[in-house]
């Protein structure tokens, strides 16, 4: 299994940037793909970004690119979310998530998750 632990979350005004962090234990990664996810209220989850652990090769969805970015820290089996320019509707519950050759941001694809950090931002 893999473990997944967020943390990073919180309160900031619009404009204003967080960074979150997944620490994954349990399994070496290189054959994983780790991704965040997010969750507004009333919403469906929704795929935001993904990282190849193996290569490194990263995909960030069109409604974030340019603003959140995606990357690691081999040594300490962490993905990270940095998060610029936030906007009200970036207001969700993030969870990171793995999965094992997952190709895609389909959900299905990604057998361990965590528990989630909430981001809210005021306007």
């Known amino acids: 299994q893999v473990q997944l632990v967020e943390s990073g979350g919180g309160l900031v005004q619009a404009g204003g940037s967080l960074k979150l962090s997944c620490a994954a234990s349990g399994r070496p990664l290189v054959s994983y793909v780790l991704a965040w996810f997010r969750r507004a209220p009333g919403k469906e989850r929704e795929f935001v970004a993904r990282?190849?652990?193996?290569?490194?090769?990263?995909y960030v969805t069109d409604s974030v690119k340019g603003r959140f970015t995606i990357s690691r820290d081999s040594a300490k089996n962490t993905v990270y979310l940095q998060m610029n320019t936030l906007k009200p509707e970036d207001t969700a519950a993030y969870y990171c998530?793995?999965?094992?050759?997952?190709?895609?941001?389909?959900?299905?694809?990604?057998?361990?998750w965590g528990q989630g950090t909430q981001v809210t931002v005021s306007s």
């Open positions: 990282l190849n652990w193996s290569g490194g090769v990263t």
């Open positions: 998530a793995a999965g094992s050759g997952a190709r895609s941001g389909l959900r299905i694809e990604y057998m361990y």
